[in-house]
């Protein structure tokens, strides 16, 4: 079998885990800890982050940040992961699905602009595939009415809009390391702060909502729980794994953004004749090699393509189930179509995407997707 994901490992992980635990520091905000904080900050420019257990703690800091309550209505497009709803509808939270690009599974600003009311609070925007949404025309839209903007940025690592990273537009931004992402600790996360008046409480919320990162900087004499929060850091054995990864990063997208490559020109004799749909990158977007999806013209075409693919020891899977017409939140949805986020939910197919691919398979799993709708 040709697995769909399959994490890449270099070597530098186990020794960093093996310091760590030799060190005899194994809880988190370790040298680990500080030094995967410095590769971001360094990197990407970005002010404040922090190391979390996974991007859906993140996200819940984040609805934490923006004192999210009770009677607030937040913007979440429906093509998307549940961790992206769920963190703010823990707050109590009234969520507000947005629908997609007719050609993208972004969000769609034309459908933000009808979701906007007087008590939306916030707006998430998730980076399909790490391609970047407009951030321009977002942040025209949050500064126009007054709400905040958050990106979940969990696929966008090594992501640009017009050259600036994905991260560092929103109020505040998440990202992930979850062992299906391009950069891994098995699970873990990020909060990126951008909003000064929201940096000092992050610290906080992160630790326990307690004041303990600044007794341990030496600001206070001593600490204790100012705020709410909980045990959001990780350990530092994640933060030891991610390290050895984030020194390997430009070897890591290098090898995918090869592969992507190789997929996107085989399969395009498909795409020019109308068979399927293949990623379609924003010209203001970078591509950082994620994912790789194309799109069928029917969900019994795109399960008939998975069996076929299986069948031929092929691991291929379809992704996300539009929100608004899940079981939990169905009877809660205000009855409007979202019909771009259905058909991204019942048409898109993800193929195997990682270092260990060759390219010989490659071009196995090119033939065989050409072969089925060669017999269809």
């Known amino acids: 079998m040709i697995r769909f994901n399959m994490p890449y490992l270099f070597g530098e992980e186990l020794e960093n885990v093996k310091k760590a635990v030799l060190d005899g520091r194994l809880a988190g905000n370790g040298d680990f800890t500080k030094a995967c904080h410095e590769f971001f900050q360094n990197r990407y420019g970005f002010e404040k982050v922090l190391l979390t257990t996974s991007c859906t703690d993140a996200l819940e800091m984040s609805a934490l940040l923006l004192n999210i309550k009770e009677g607030d209505e937040v913007i979440i497009p429906s093509y998307t992961f549940v961790s992206t709803a769920n963190a703010f509808a823990l707050r109590g939270a009234k969520i507000v699905f947005a629908d997609s690009n007719h050609d993208h599974p972004n969000i769609s600003m034309e459908s933000i602009r009808q979701c906007i009311s007087p008590k939306t609070k916030a707006i998430v925007a998730v980076h399909y595939g790490g391609a970047a949404c407009d951030m321009d025309e977002l942040q025209s839209i949050c500064k126009e009415h007054s709400i905040y903007l958050v ?8 992501s640009f809009y017009k050259d600036k990273p994905l991260g560092s537009f929103g109020d505040c931004a998440t990202f992930s390391f979850h062992e299906t992402k391009n950069v891994v600790s098995g699970e873990g996360g990020l909060l990126v702060v951008n909003n000064d008046k929201l940096t000092a409480r992050a610290e906080i919320i992160w630790e326990k909502g307690t004041n303990r990162t600044a007794f341990f900087r030496g600001e206070i004499d001593k600490y204790g729980w100012v705020d709410l929060g909980s045990s959001f850091l990780p350990s530092e054995l994640i933060a030891a794994y991610l390290y050895g990864q984030l020194l390997n990063i430009d070897t890591i997208q290098n090898g995918r953004i090869s592969r992507w490559n190789r997929y996107f020109e085989r399969l395009q004799t498909l795409s020019s004749r109308g068979l399927i749909e293949l990623p379609d990158i924003p010209a203001y977007a970078n591509n950082n090699a994620h994912v790789f999806y194309l799109v069928c013209k029917s969900a019994d075409e795109r ?5 076929h693919l299986k ?6 899977v379809f992704h996300y189930l539009s929100l608004h017409k899940s079981s939990f939140f169905e009877s809660k949805h205000d009855g409007r179509e979202l019909p771009h986020a259905d058909r991204f939910s019942d048409c898109l197919v993800r193929i195997p995407l990682h270092l260990h691919l060759s390219d010989s398979e490659i071009d196995h799993i090119c033939a065989e997707i050409i072969d089925f709708y060669r017999m269809s």
Not at 151 to 158: G, L, N, P
Not at 311 to 316: E, Q, R, S
Request: charged fraction near 30%; hydrophobic fraction near 45%; avoid cysteine.
């Open 151 to 158: 990106e979940d940025a969990a696929q966008a690592i090594e």
């Open 303 to 307: 399960n008939r393509l998975i069996d």
């Open 311 to 316: 069948l031929k020891g092929i691991g291929a």
